[in-house]
């Protein structure tokens, strides 16, 4: 073996744990940054030491707005003609709104809802109602009262 051989006596650290978030954020860390120039990044809080929350009504209230300018104003419900046309044809043949319902595969509630106005009408559950009362509901006003001067 020959040549020279040096020894190297540079200390290695093998394991070193690396400091925690709290503990860079910590007053002591903090102080101890500014003594030795090494840069420290403050940021201001929004709304820092009032009673304000961050701003959760100022998002929603323009998102709100703009809904109500896109959206319409509300969901068109079951015409008084169908609403009648329902109830007239269910009488007609004898049945209650629950046995109408047990024949369409609906729940007795949906019937109800039909015949008080109060449902959002769907095309499914009106043909389901045309069969079994063998009655024409689609081709009448479905979600607006009827123009002037029709009936």
Avoid: C, F, H
């Amino acid at each position: 073996m020959s040549g020279n051989i040096t020894q190297d006596w540079e200390p290695v650290v093998l394991r070193r744990a690396k400091p925690k978030a709290a503990d860079l954020k910590s007053a002591k860390a903090v102080n101890q940054a500014l003594r030795t120039g090494a840069p420290v990044e403050t940021v201001r809080k929004v709304a820092a030491g009032t009673n304000k929350k961050a701003s959760a009504a100022a998002v929603a209230a323009p998102a709100r707005k703009l809904d109500e300018m896109t959206e319409p104003a509300g969901l068109e419900r079951v015409g008084g003609d169908v609403r009648a046309a329902i109830q007239k044809a269910r009488v007609a043949k004898g049945w209650s709104q629950a046995e109408l319902a047990k024949r369409i595969s609906e729940r007795a509630q949906v019937v109800q809802e039909y015949e008080s106005g109060k449902a959002v009408p769907v095309q499914a559950v009106l043909a389901k109602m045309e069969r079994a009362l063998e009655v024409k509901l689609r081709g009448k006003a479905v979600g607006a009262p009827a123009p002037a001067g029709t009936k």
